[in-house]
Nanobody, 123 residues
Framework: QVQLVESGGGLVQAGGSLRLSCAAS????????MGWFRQAPGKEREFVGG???????SYADSVKGRFTISRDDAKNTVYLQMNTLKPEDTAVYYC?????????????????WGQGTQVTVSS
């Protein structure tokens, strides 16, 4: 059973940066594609981006050019670097793993989820 723990959320002013981390335990880290999702109040959970087993990345259009995802298989950790944050980026951010090569954009594809970390961007 894979367990995921996110960290790094917080309050930041618009234009600022945060780096989220997702530490994994209990599984073979390199066997999974990883995704980051977010959910704002009253909205559905949405795909932010993901990284494949081959270290290729995919991003939602809303964050492309501002967010960067990376993975460190030696540390069993995946990162979400968020730059030039906007108030509309405010949400609970979740990391998720799926047993495939490529990170899908549909949350239903993912088998394991972290508990989420709050990101609040003030204007």
């Amino acid at each position: 059973q894979v367990q995921l723990v996110e960290s790094g959320g917080g309050l930041v002013q618009a234009g600022g940066s945060l780096r989220l981390s997702c530490a994994a335990s209990g599984g073979t880290f390199s066997s999974y594609a990883m995704g980051w999702f977010r959910q704002a109040p009253g909205k559905e959970r949405e795909f932010v981006g993901g990284v494949s087993r081959g270290v290729m990345t995919s991003y939602a259009d809303s964050v492309k050019g501002r967010f960067t995802i990376s993975r460190d298989d030696a540390k069993n950790t995946v990162y979400l670097q968020m730059n030039t944050l906007k108030p509309e980026d405010t949400a609970v951010y979740y990391c998720a793993f799926e047993s495939s090569w490529w990170p899908g954009r549909n949350a239903a594809e993912y088998e394991y989820w972290g508990q989420g970390t709050q990101v609040t961007v003030s204007s």
